[in-house]
């Protein structure tokens, strides 16, 4: 790899320092090779601790603004040709920038990447509880976004805590440009494509590690920002969001409901309403396998009341971002 010391710009946006920031920087810092600056965007001026006065770090204070917009002043600013951008609760492996430049120089075509962003075994239970729910196609939709799943291939959507992108690609498409917030990277991803003619392409070997919400309401919170947000993009921005896939949780949600209600209207409509049931606990089934190819039986288990809570709350929200007009962007988790 070369050792040019700007070829990367990683870039982390961030309210205020955290032990996780703390964590964050001290893996940046174990990264192979020294190609690399790093750009700190802060609500407010801040001080960067002495322990990483080695490290070839800018702070820009951004004032209380959203990620989105954080990461494209970081942009402006930044010297390095690919943009690397992480969240400041999520941390490297220390061969991400070598993966990262090998794979760009092998394919000249591509104008950007993304890997998995893995749950750290350290993690509290229910830590790992809430990223096990995303471990199962059946049960969060997309695992390869929190494992590894080879082979690596083409994506149009892709989140922004372990995306690199080529800066130059990166302006033509105009940047994250977005007052949404979450899903300003779903939307940065399909100008991206619209507007380069370039693709981005999943990398299973492109890894980094990724805190959990800690605790039920903190996990139903960001679920539930997510189908918001998911279920106006999919009215908005149909392109990469109306997808059958988004609009399940809602259909389990009426089936649910309504299911119930017309159930008693005879033998053969009650009948139909538990063989739904039954199918759905079949899936839990699947998904609770699934989990256990990466998690211990006691976090898959604690995983199974998630998944049920987690479908209902996402289709509720979905309907409710579908129905909206529009939304206001999020400043906070």
Request: glycine letters at 8%.
């Amino acid at each position: 790899m070369s050792d040019d010391p700007t070829a990367f710009s990683i870039i982390i946006p961030f309210k205020t320092w955290s032990p996780d920031l703390d964590e964050c920087l001290s893996h940046i810092g174990n990264l192979s090779g020294n190609n690399y600056e790093i750009i700190l965007l802060p609500d407010d001026k801040l001080a960067l601790p002495e322990k990483f006065s080695h490290l070839p770090v800018a702070i820009l204070p951004t004032g209380e603004v959203n990620p989105a917009i954080k990461r494209d002043m970081a942009a402006k600013k930044s010297r390095g040709e690919f943009l690397a951008f992480i969240d400041d609760d999520a941390y490297p492996e220390p061969d991400w920038l070598e993966i990262a430049h090998q794979y760009f120089s092998q394919h000249p075509d591509v104008g950007a990447i993304g890997g998995p962003a893995i749950t750290p075994q350290h993690d509290p239970f229910w830590a790992r509880v809430s990223g096990a729910v995303f471990l199962s196609p059946v049960s969060g939709g997309n695992p390869e976004r929190y494992v590894p799943c080879p082979p690596g291939r083409k994506v149009d959507d892709w989140p922004s805590v372990n995306l690199i992108v080529r800066k130059k690609e990166f302006l033509v498409a105009g940047g994250f440009d977005s007052n949404y917030w979450p899903g300003e990277d779903t939307l940065f991803c399909m100008k991206f494509i619209e507007q380069t003619g370039s693709k981005i392409v999943y990398v299973p070997e492109l890894v980094v590690w990724h805190h959990r919400r800690p605790g039920l309401p903190k996990h139903l919170r960001q679920i539930g920002n997510y189908g918001l947000h998911r279920g106006f993009f999919a009215k908005k921005f149909p392109k990469t969001s109306r997808k059958f896939k988004y609009f399940i949780p809602s259909l389990w949600v009426c089936f649910v409901i309504f299911g119930l209600m017309i159930s008693f209207a005879s033998k053969l409509a009650g009948l139909l309403y538990l063989a739904g049931w039954a199918i759905y606990l079949i899936a839990l089934v699947i998904s609770w396998k699934d989990i256990r190819r990466h998690e211990p039986v006691s976090v898959a288990l604690g995983a199974v009341p998630y998944i049920i809570l987690t479908h209902i709350w996402y289709g509720l929200r979905f309907a409710m971002g579908l129905t909206s007009r529009e939304l206001r962007s999020s400043l906070g988790r």
